[in-house]
Nanobody
Framework: QVQLVESGGGLVQAGGSLRLSCATS????????MGWFRQAPGKEREFVAA????????IYADSVKGRFTISRDNAKNTVYLQMNGLKPEDTAVYYC????????????????WGHGTQVTVSS
């Protein structure tokens, strides 16, 4: 059983930065692959980034490569998403998620979800 709580969202101007955090509870956080997804109003939820339990493997959506960085601190049971060079099209609710096994991009493979944090980028 895993609980996830996102924080760090807010309103930022285009070109700005935000750092999202996902605090987790549970005894086995370190064995979970962690992912970030986002969903804009009226649009399908999409993959953003994922990181393996060791942190050695990270994957990113093409739309955020070079701008976003996913990381984790297992000692703090927390995963982060550093977002730089934000664009209006990044506006969405960002969700933290967790799964057993290797990194993946399909939301159906993730077993646990937070309730999301809003990121709004003004032009």
């Amino acid at each position: 059983q895993v609980q996830l709580v996102e924080s760090g969202g807010g309103l930022v101007q285009a070109g700005g930065s935000l750092r999202l955090s996902c605090a987790t509870s549970g005894r086995t956080f370190s064995v979970y692959t962690m992912g970030w997804f986002r969903q804009a109003p009226g649009k399908e939820r999409e993959f953003v980034a994922a990181i393996s339990w060791t942190g050695s493997n990270t994957i990113y959506a093409d739309s955020v490569k070079g701008r976003f960085t996913i990381s984790r601190d297992n000692a703090k049971n927390t995963v982060y998403l550093q977002m730089n060079g934000l664009k209006p099209e990044d506006t969405a609710v960002y969700y933290c998620s967790a799964k057993r096994g290797p990194t993946a991009t399909a939301m159906g493979e993730y077993d646990y979800w937070g309730h999301g944090t809003q990121v709004t980028v003004s032009s």
